[in-house]
């Protein structure tokens, strides 16, 4: 779906540039007639699956949501604590990159039933709250939902969104209550690379921090929690008629202590022929998956004594889905594999096939009335190397107290930013503040605008964006390995190239010559500074504004304003 504006049509009045596509998606993705093939389909085409929902929420509290998708990762929450679309019918963001939805290039990365399983031992007996199940809840109590910037009226930066989400499960007397805290930026570091992840690049990662609280009236034994998912992988594809999900691998990786999970080879079929020795799982298609960064030391239960092993402060497990746990024993045993006699399943990788997985943390005793706090991070990234500098990105920012080294403002435009001139140029305004001094550095940085675009032709390849010295992956053959997946055109998400030279800080304006008859064109200014030193940071680059900017608040996927649509040219 694409929204066009015919010849000399204003655009829509925007803050921040470009805000991505978010008409009302939810509707037609589960509308009853659909041709897909997919898990469930039959039963979402009916709506049984989406009623089932809908019967459960209305006995046990209302289903509400947050959004993060103001960076190249889009995911959604809702107040049981489920992570992205429970219904598998594309109608909530989850692990969507780089950002978009179905018809841009981020194609199908996309997650399924995901969420949490938080399981409370007290004897023998083992009590969840456990979500990202094949219903809405299982145990879960709706709490509340809130989202909004953290830094809500600073004119430099409002950043980072922030959402809140909360639900609780019974135990004992009372409940055991969970609170998720979680922080997304748009920050892109020193240019929009689109799949490149550099070191100060900020937007392929959102961070959470969830506390368990125990008001069950009495100890808890252990309690644990395990981030669970489902994840379908696609790669370079737009299509539900094929069997994407059959092949997907799961991996971890030591160095950063990350559970993630990739497309196994050509999403053209079903079966496993992506076809080349990888050994190290260094595939370059994305990878989507949960980082650790922090939580208190886990105890031994054969013991009952805090650990000194940093390797046990995980569980990495993985399973297919006819293996799924059916209690909340065999869940709480999962959430603490790397306790069992067994272990977890890190270095021991399954063959591409339709994958769940799941990071556990735990277990903890926690006494009446305390808390413990779980810190993680979702991300993704295209090839091990963009995964592992995002999973490096979210432990830094949490190091930095979420200070992180800030760009200037984006610019803004009016409705009447961009239009076809008379000699068939097409003209981009843009209206912008001197924003001050950089709040880090106490100077002013300012240095310039770049101009973006984006276009529907001609068509562009994987390999136009990862096929260079840095981003080779050597133990593959490296630029000797074909990327799966055909030529794609680039949307409103991107790829963008830019069209400008560095125009300096009084400039408002840009005139693009190279423009096509019956061509769709998107655009965004961004913003850059110079390079500099602060206390906090050290050394920083010149860093620049993000394209999307696409901010939480509405209903329409967390934007205040829509979205920029295409500029379709007829001269």
Request: aromatic share 12%; charged share 20%; proline share 6%.
């Amino acid at each position: 779906m694409q929204i066009e504006i015919k010849k000399r049509k204003k655009l829509k009045n925007q803050r921040l540039l470009f805000l991505t596509l978010v008409i009302s998606l939810t509707g037609s993705l589960i509308a009853k007639g659909n041709t897909w093939t997919y898990k469930d389909l039959d039963r979402v085409a009916k709506a049984e699956l989406l009623d089932e929902q809908r019967v459960a929420a209305k006995s046990m509290g209302e289903q509400t949501f947050v959004y993060h998708t103001n960076g190249q990762l889009w995911m959604g929450w809702d107040s049981y604590g489920n992570t992205g679309d429970q219904s598998c019918g594309a109608s909530v963001p989850g692990w969507t990159y780089p950002g978009g939805y179905y018809g841009s290039p981020s194609a199908l990365n996309y997650n399924c039933r995901a969420g949490y399983w938080i399981v409370a031992k007290v004897g023998a007996t083992y009590t969840e709250g456990s979500s990202g199940d094949y219903v809405l809840s299982l145990g879960t109590e709706a709490g509340t939902t809130t989202q909004g910037w953290e830094n809500a009226g600073n004119s430099y930066s409002q950043e980072p969104w922030k959402s809140t989400t909360t639900w609780s499960f019974p135990l004992g007397t009372g409940n055991v209550d969970i609170s998720a805290v979680r922080r997304s930026w748009s920050y892109p570091g020193t240019a929009n690379e689109y799949y490149r992840i550099s070191e100060y690049d900020y937007n392929d990662f959102v961070i959470e921090e969830i506390t368990l609280t125990n008001n069950s009236g009495a100890d808890i034994d252990y309690i644990t929690l395990a981030a669970k998912a489902d994840h379908d992988c696609g790669w370079n594809t737009e299509s539900f008629t094929i069997n994407f999900w059959a092949d997907d691998i799961v991996d971890y990786d030591a160095e950063t202590m990350t559970t993630m999970e990739l497309d196994g080879d050509n999403q053209g079929t079903g079966g496993n022929d992506f076809g080349i020795d990888d050994p190290d799982r260094a595939y370059r298609g994305v990878r989507v998956g949960q980082t650790f960064i922090h939580t208190p030391m886990p105890y031994d239960p054969s013991t009952g004594t805090m650990s000194t092993d940093s390797t046990k402060l995980i569980s990495h497990y993985w399973w297919t889905g006819d293996e799924d746990p059916g209690t909340p024993a065999a869940r709480y045993d999962i959430a603490t594999a790397q306790w069992g006699a067994g272990g977890d399943r890190r270095g021991v990788n399954p063959p591409p096939m339709d994958m769940r997985y799941s990071q556990g943390y735990g277990p903890w005793p926690l006494a009446k009335d305390s808390s413990i706090t779980i810190v993680d991070a979702v991300l993704a990234g295209a090839g091990l190397k963009n995964a592992q500098q995002a999973a490096m990105n979210a432990k830094q920012a949490y190091a930095w107290g979420y200070n992180l080294p800030k760009p200037p403002p984006a610019p803004t435009m009016t409705s009447s930013d961009v239009s076809v001139n008379d000699d068939g140029t097409l003209q981009i305004n843009w209206a912008y503040s001197d924003p001050g001094n950089d709040p880090d550095k106490g100077a002013a940085d300012f240095a310039g605008f770049r101009v973006y675009r984006s276009s529907t032709s001609p068509q562009v390849s994987m390999s136009d964006h990862l096929d260079d010295p840095d981003m080779l992956d050597y133990d593959l053959g490296g630029s000797d390995i074909d990327f799966p997946g055909l030529p794609f055109s680039p949307r409103e998400m991107g790829p963008f190239t830019k069209i400008s030279d560095d125009l300096t800080t009084d400039v408002r304006s840009y005139k693009d010559e190279n423009v096509t008859f019956g061509m769709s064109y998107w655009y965004y200014v961004a913003a850059f500074d110079a390079a500099g030193t602060d206390a906090v940071h050290g050394a920083v680059p010149s860093l620049e504004s993000y394209s999307t900017m696409c901010y939480g608040g509405s209903s329409a996927w967390g934007t205040e304003s829509g979205t920029v649509p295409a500029f379709d040219y007829w001269g």
